[in-house]
């Protein structure tokens, strides 16, 4: 278990609709990451926050957005749902007081697995 | 952005070792991660490698060569519960982390 916690575990949901997916990070980490896992994509880094504030971004797409509440827990907004955004989405964490690479070790989630029909 | 390229897979007996290569292209190295992934599962940490040489952990080992852009990941005393997929992953100075595709280890009795 890596301390970072994700909800729902599995979700299922029609094409053009909108979902929300909720992480929690361990004790103390300041920084959270999304990934999006397919199989034919592998782990595909989508954005990042630390203590609130968006630090980079990776391949996410405009329909996507995601935020970092002031408790440091993170929610990833998915919207008008392709039957292509059907993938498994981890949360990350990690201490956050790294320097500017990520080089800091990242510890996941155990992920929610989305089905878009 | 970062270039990372391992083996798809990979097949060894239980017992045997098994040693799984990466090489990447960065622009500006900050070390170099190996993570286990169980299928369905989270990915979870094995090594994180910033200087040369080889560091060893138990069963798994991870060594770096930073001038030839080289890693490899070897696992000895290979069980059953080794099965997964292993994710080379680099780190980059915008504070993101590319992974590889990953290499799927099989282990047979």
């Known amino acids: 278990d890596s301390g970072v916690t994700q909800t729902p575990k599995h979700l299922i949901t029609a094409t053009g609709q909108r979902v929300t997916l909720r992480c929690s990070p361990r004790?103390?980490?300041?920084?959270v990451y999304w990934y999006q896992q397919s199989l034919d994509q592998g782990l595909q880094f989508l954005i990042q926050?630390?203590?609130?504030?968006?630090?980079a971004k990776g391949n996410i797409l405009e329909r996507f957005s995601a935020q970092q509440f002031p408790d440091l827990h993170s929610e990833l907004n998915l919207s008008s749902l392709e039957l292509g955004d059907s993938a498994l989405y981890f949360c990350?964490?990690?201490?956050?007081?790294?320097?500017?690479?990520?080089?800091?070790?990242?510890?996941f989630g155990p992920g929610t697995r989305l089905l878009v029909l | 952005g970062q270039n990372i390229d391992q083996p798809t897979e990979m097949t060894a007996t239980e017992g045997a070792i098994v040693q799984i290569n990466c090489t990447y292209q960065?622009?500006?190295?900050?070390?170099l991660f190996w993570y286990q992934q169980h299928a369905g599962e989270a990915p979870t940490f094995l090594s994180y490698?910033?200087?040369?040489g080889l560091e060893e952990k138990g069963r798994f080992s991870s060594f770096l060569s930073r001038s030839k852009g080289y890693s490899y990941l070897l696992l000895k005393e290979l069980q059953m519960k080794d099965s997964a997929s292993y994710l080379c992953?680099?780190?980059?100075?915008?504070?993101?982390?590319?992974f590889g595709a990953g290499t799927t280890v099989t282990v047979r009795a």
């Open positions: 926050y630390y203590n609130g504030e968006e630090r």
């Open positions: 004790s103390g980490d300041l920084s």
């Open positions: 990350a964490s990690s201490v956050g007081n790294g320097t500017s690479a990520g080089e800091e070790t990242q510890y």
């Open positions: 490698n910033v200087l040369d």
């Open positions: 992953a680099v780190p980059s100075n915008d504070y993101k982390l590319s």
């Open positions: 960065t622009s500006g190295f900050n070390g």
